[in-house]
């Protein structure tokens, strides 16, 4: 069993920047990938970026292209998400996921066996 704990959500204003943590912890062997979501409440999840963790490529979702980087960070097992210039449409509860035996179509949750509980990010105008 893999546990996922996000931390580093909070309320910023429009132009700023958060970096988002995922730390992965319970399992020995390393993820095929890891990746972050969005959703809110009522809406469907949708896909944020994504990273291959043995060779490090890197997936972005369209809306966040040039402002957000995700990298990890195998020694300690732990993904970020750096988001800069933040929108308030960026506005959102933040998941990371991974999988161990999935990424076949890295935007799709299915993909993926392994969520955290969550962090908000708020970005006011």
């Known amino acids: 069993q893999v546990q996922l704990v996000e931390s580093g959500g909070g309320l910023v204003q429009a132009g700023g920047s958060l970096r988002l943590s995922c730390a992965a912890s319970g399992r020995t062997s390393s993820p095929v990938l890891m990746g972050w979501f969005r959703q809110a409440p009522g809406k469907e999840r949708r896909f944020v970026a994504a990273i291959k963790w043995r060779r490090g490529t890197t997936y972005y979702a369209d809306s966040v292209k040039g402002r957000f980087t995700i990298s990890r960070d195998i020694a300690k097992n732990t993904m970020y998400l750096q988001m800069n210039s933040l929108k308030p449409e960026d506005t959102d509860v933040y998941y990371c996921?991974?999988?161990?035996?999935?990424?076949?179509?890295?935007?799709?949750?299915?993909?993926?066996?392994?969520w955290g509980q969550g962090t908000q990010v708020t970005v006011t105008s």
């Open positions: 996921a991974s999988t161990h035996s999935g990424g076949a179509v890295v935007q799709r949750g299915q993909e993926y066996d392994y």
